[in-house]
């Protein structure tokens, strides 16, 4: 137990866009009493006000630098190149955080982001104390499962990084099977019929007993939803969904590394690299950030096999290293010389 005491506890928050995570979050940093939190904001595309509207808490023991926005795309898609260096950011302030909490964005799947507290740079140092997915109570009681089919849907479009194209509903599935705690939303909206409605809903989707906490305007007790010291982690594995076969395929048999280039002229010269590079060396993912000589943005790239995407994302901020970092995701086994070798030729 002395291990987890050194280790950071995270609360993993997540639901659908519309649900309710952000007011929930904001109420309990507005009540956390004593505890330095630091929160990880997942959103993308154009629907990106959550870290603005956490930013504008002016809570003093979660200050404004303590908020770290992953606008690169789905969470659970993005873990190897977004999540990792945000921890290590905020496991780099000082004074130390007592808790941190994780706002995924609408469509990620908790199980690859809790299995990636498995990672050795990760598990020495933060520990997953407990997943909550949020439900939207009024939706459910009328039989959908989202407040806004279409704004998540555009979500998706938005988001070139997302690597799983499945039904809203098995979402909902695989959100509420890695919970430890449900939170169901707007119950404020609800009669009672539509409040049994609602939980009959979420409990015929609970594959194992988890408790059920209703809420209205995301006032719940922190001490129900924090400091569970459940350690996820260790126990992802027994939460079944429905894509367990892709994420134990990919932890087996996938690997992935980072190749670090030096600043490239020519954006167009360099897609053609990478795509000659994943034909040649059957790899299945290149994606990164690459900087481009005499340019003020940074070059964003997302490859899926021999087909790339690049696009100037954002302006380098003043204080920010110009440099190139792309991970390349493929089967175990990889050449990885040559692929450095090509990349950076």
């Not at 291990?3 to 609360?11: A, E, G």
């Not at 809790?114 to 939207?136: E, H, L, N, S, Y």
């Not at 087909?307 to 086994?333: Q, T």
Request: with cysteine.
């Amino acid at each position: 137990m002395s291990v987890n005491l050194k280790r950071v506890p995270c609360t993993v928050v997540t639901g659908f866009l519309g649900a309710g995570k952000t007011t929930l979050i904001r109420h309990l940093i507005e009540n956390l009493d004593g505890k330095r939190v630091a929160i990880i904001v997942n959103e993308f595309g154009d629907v990106g006000v959550d870290g603005d509207v956490l930013k504008g808490c002016g809570i003093e023991s979660c200050p404004e630098e303590n908020i770290i926005e992953l606008a690169n795309g789905c969470i659970c898609c993005t873990v190897a190149d977004d999540f990792v260096p945000a921890i290590d950011q905020i496991l780099a302030r000082e004074p130390r955080v007592d808790h941190i909490l994780i706002e995924t964005s609408g469509l990620a799947l908790p199980k690859p982001l809790v299995q990636a507290f498995q990672w050795p740079a990760v598990k020495a140092r933060v520990t997953v104390d407990g997943v909550v997915a949020v439900v939207d109570g009024l939706a459910l009681a009328e039989g959908r499962v989202a407040d806004d089919h279409e704004a998540l849907e555009a979500q998706r479009q938005s988001d070139d990084s997302i690597d799983h194209d499945n039904p809203v509903e098995e979402v909902f599935e695989d959100q509420i099977a890695c919970a430890d705690m449900i939170v169901l939303t707007k119950s404020d909206l609800l009669g009672s019929d539509g409040l049994s409605t609602a939980r009959e809903r979420v409990a015929a989707h609970l594959p194992r007993a988890v408790k059920i906490v209703v809420s209205a305007n995301g006032t719940v007790d922190p001490a129900v939803l924090i400091g569970l010291g459940l350690a996820v982690e260790d126990d992802i594995e027994n939460r079944k969904t429905h894509h367990d076969d892709e994420f134990d395929h990919e932890h087996d048999d996938f690997d992935s590394f980072v190749v670090e280039l030096s600043s490239v002229t020519d954006a167009e010269e360099l897609a053609r690299k990478i795509a000659a590079t994943a034909e040649a060396e059957n790899v299945l993912r290149i994606k990164g950030f690459v900087d481009v000589a005499n340019k003020p943005m940074r070059l964003q790239v997302q490859a899926v096999g021999s087909r790339v995407n690049h696009y100037f994302d954002r302006a380098w901020a003043p204080s920010e290293k110009r440099e190139s970092r792309l991970v390349v995701i493929g089967e175990r086994g990889m050449d990885r010389a040559a692929i450095e070798r090509m990349l950076a030729a």
